[in-house]
């Protein structure tokens, strides 16, 4: 079953009835780099994650759907705001004191 809901980059993608897996559709298939993460249901009352990228999201989740929003939410914050640029100056230079 594959769930596109708010955003057509990311897709639940049901494995079997206790997986599921989050692609990122900017990628083919067949490309390593789709496979987001893999989800397995843990107990009923929650799943756990499987991050297949360097994510600094949650390992557990009370529900699939709230994985599959996490990377939305990570994914829109990410590109929220343009980089800062950082002023480049010279390191500032020592002057000695006159007398020493």
Known sequence: M???DQDPRFALIEISAQSW???DLHYPDGDH???V???YADTPADVEVLWLRDLPLALRYPAVDDVLESVRQFQNAS???RPIPIPHRPPPSVRRREGR
Do not use: G, K, S
């Open 2 to 4: 594959m769930q596109q």
């Open 21 to 23: 897996a989050i692609h």
């Open 33 to 35: 780099r789709r496979v």
């Open 37 to 39: 993460c893999r989800i």
């Open 79 to 81: 590109r929220a705001t």
